[in-house]
């Protein structure tokens, strides 16, 4: 019984000490407008903080973050910029402008960027960059509403939201470090200590990662509310906007919950069907069990309620409407909403041609999965009118048409001229290199990594697959360099490393079939 009782008491304690501020809303601790205090809630730059540079060293991470290809910070993966967006962009930056005119301190530089997601999302990303979605220009009914999605997002660059990210995952590297190290110093003639310690770091790091962090986020969300309504009602937008944005995002958060539900059930049908299989021994099955059983179960239901990253919209909505009653701010309440400008920008012109292709694209990509390939090619046509002929998203839904053709060498072509587009998603040189690798072109995949490499960084989580090209290559001896590199970097990736350089040696050493 001594493990359980160490576990429970290390969760109570945790619990104890990290749950300080529960019960108590973020805006009841700011007593006065929150304009007035952000400064002083601003999250402290990361880059400079001693834990972030032990850290990096721990990692041997190089301390300049990785930037495009022309010189912008990247997106992250899977974000796709709509094409010929620039109108709205242009737009949100002038509402952006005015939202900030009242901002008493620093103003820092900011692009908005429009993705092509059709939901009703928003967020702020490094390198000082909201991300708008599509589906939120099509979905709003003002430039009032918008203003509060950008006032929003623009109050987390204010305060200086992404760096708390940065010190937690620093703190996670050196709390990770140091647990490794102690553990490997456990006496081997003791494996129950091992195993005592071993859980007790378990349910440590399961506390911070599903309770503490968490709950960190969801300040920041509050605080980006509050000062994001101190903007937009200085600015004379209409402050009773906040109730239609937030009951978007309920109505958004119902469907995701539905998804994630629908996603969790089938989850546990395949390991029930795994293990009902017959396929695994009684003792693999057993460790299915002792999962279920392990420190996360015990924060399981806390987890439930904590580790959203957002309060529910009907919260925010609650909390802000409290705010507002205390500070007495109906000032803007009566104020008409700007729903002809908007619609002007929106739904005339080049932006109504930007949205209507980005639909075109979703049909295209549609079309080809149901291998109507001759609707999707006239599709596809029709949305590279104008000029955007060589927009990356294009040329790769052209790849995945010309590659249900057979025609395996104008999808080559198609990634050849996605790559060269200073908004090619990584994925696009991963095909292309693939496509190379596999036509026995490994000198020119090789080519198409370093291209990669150059422009989003992060060349060490490459060195697998460059060992294997340049061995395929003939360049046994570069792939042994590459291989020495591997060896000194820390984590799982060096044995991915061993095993690129094990299979790519013994590969090249079989005769020809």
């Known amino acids: ?113 429009v993705t092509t997601n059709p939901a009703y999302v928003a967020e702020a990303v490094p390198g000082g960059t909201i991300l708008i979605s599509q589906g939120v220009f099509i979905n709003a009914r003002d430039e009032d509403e918008l203003a509060f999605i950008l006032a929003h997002e623009v109050s987390h660059i204010l305060l200086n939201h992404l760096d708390a990210d940065r010190h937690h995952a620093a703190q996670k590297t050196i709390e990770d470090t140091a647990a490794g190290a102690l553990l490997s110093a456990v006496p081997r003639s003791n494996p129950e200590m091992a195993r005592d310690a071993t859980l007790i770091y378990a349910s440590y790091r399961t506390f911070q990662d599903v309770v503490v962090q968490p709950s960190w986020t969801r300040q920041q969300e509050d605080e980006a509310d509050l000062l994001g309504f101190d903007l937009l009602e200085m600015a004379l937008y209409n402050g009773r906007v906040y109730k239609d944005a937030m009951e978007r995002f309920a109505d958004d958060a119902g469907k995701q919950k539905a998804k994630a539900e629908d996603e969790r059930r089938q989850f546990e049908s395949k390991i029930n069907n795994m293990m009902a299989s017959g396929q695994y021994s009684a003792g693999i099955n057993a460790a299915f069990k002792e999962l279920a059983s392990g ?95 060589s927009d990356p998203y294009l040329r790769m839904t052209y790849y995945r048409l010309h590659l249900k053709q057979n025609r395996p060498d104008l999808a080559v072509r198609d990634l050849e001229i996605a790559v060269k587009s200073p908004a090619a998603p990584p994925e696009a040189f991963d095909f292309l290199i693939a496509e190379h690798r596999a036509g026995g072109r490994a000198s020119q995949a090789l080519v198409v990594l370093d291209g990669k490499d150059r422009r989003f960084g992060g060349a060490e989580r490459g060195y697998p697959l460059r ?35 094990s299979q790519a040696t013994v590969a090249s050493l079989s005769p020809p079939r």
């Not at 834990?51 to 010189?71: E, I, V, Y």
């Not at 997106?75 to 709509?82: A, V």
């Not at 009907?314 to 008409?336: C, M, N, P, V």
Request: glycine share 8%; aromatic share 4%.
């Open 1 to 113: 019984m001594r493990r359980p009782l160490i576990l429970t008491g290390l969760v109570l304690s945790l619990l104890a000490g990290g749950c300080t501020s529960v019960g108590k809303r973020t805006y009841e601790a700011v007593p006065s407008r929150f304009i007035d205090v952000a400064q002083e809630r601003r999250v402290p730059d990361a880059r400079g903080s001693s834990m972030t540079a032990l850290a990096a060293s721990l990692q041997k991470q190089p301390t300049a973050p990785a930037r495009g290809f022309d010189g912008r910070d990247p997106l992250p993966p899977g974000t796709r910029e709509l094409a010929g967006a620039e109108p709205l962009q242009r737009y949100a930056n002038q509402i952006l402008a005015r939202l900030l005119v009242k901002w008493p301190h620093a103003k820092p530089p900011i692009r908005v960027v």
């Open 295 to 389: 420190p996360a179960k015990m924060l399981d239901e806390l987890g439930k309620q904590l580790k959203a990253g957002h309060n529910s919209p009907e919260q925010r909505k609650e909390d802000l409407s409290a705010y507002i009653t205390r500070q007495k701010l109906f000032g803007t309440a009566l104020r008409e909403r700007s729903r002809s400008a908007y619609e002007k920008v929106v739904f005339q012109g080049t932006a109504l041609k930007a949205l209507s292709r980005s639909v075109l694209m979703q049909r295209a990509d549609s079309l080809i999965a149901h291998g109507d390939l001759d609707e999707a090619e006239t599709t596809l046509k029709e949305i590279a009118k104008g000029g955007f002929e």
């Open 467 to 501: 060992i294997r090209l340049l061995v395929e290559a003939g360049r046994t001896p570069e792939a042994g360099v590459v291989m020495e590199q591997c060896r000194t970097l820390r984590g799982p990736l060096v044995r991915d490393c061993e095993d690129a350089w």
